[in-house]
């Protein structure tokens, strides 16, 4: 059983930089594509980036992250990276990863089969 654990949220000022991870164990994480979604206050889950298994293919599920945030991974590692730049107070979510067994990325939540706890980023001043 693949369990995910995202770390490295926190409190951050506006124009700020975080750098999440997602550790994996129980399974090989380079099988898995793996996305990062996010959920404001008061709002529904939305995609952010995704990462095919390989690491050559990225997709954005949400533009206003464009330029901003970038997705990575290090498979000897085991682990997926979502380094945030920039932060504006709408960023403020918790962050959750999630893999998905297809090996591309897929554009519904619905395929990612595992998912983390999240972890809280707030950007405030």
């Known amino acids: 059983q693949l369990q995910l654990v995202e770390s490295g949220g926190g409190l951050v000022q506006p124009g700020g930089s975080l750098r999440l991870s997602c550790a994996a164990s129980g399974y090989t994480l380079a099988y898995f594509a793996i996305g990062w979604f996010r959920q404001a206050p008061g709002k529904g889950r939305e995609g952010v980036l995704c990462i095919s298994s390989s690491g050559g293919a990225t997709a954005t599920y949400t533009g206003s992250v464009e330029g901003r945030f970038f997705i990575s991974r290090d498979n000897a590692k085991n682990t997926v990276y979502l380094q945030m730049n920039s932060l504006k107070p709408e960023d403020t979510a918790v962050y959750y990863c999630?893999?998905?067994?297809?090996?591309?990325?897929?554009?519904?939540?619905?395929?990612?089969?595992?998912w983390g706890q999240g972890t809280q980023v707030t950007v405030s001043s």
């Open positions: 999630a893999a998905d067994w297809s090996s591309s990325c897929r554009t519904d939540e619905n395929d990612f089969d595992y």
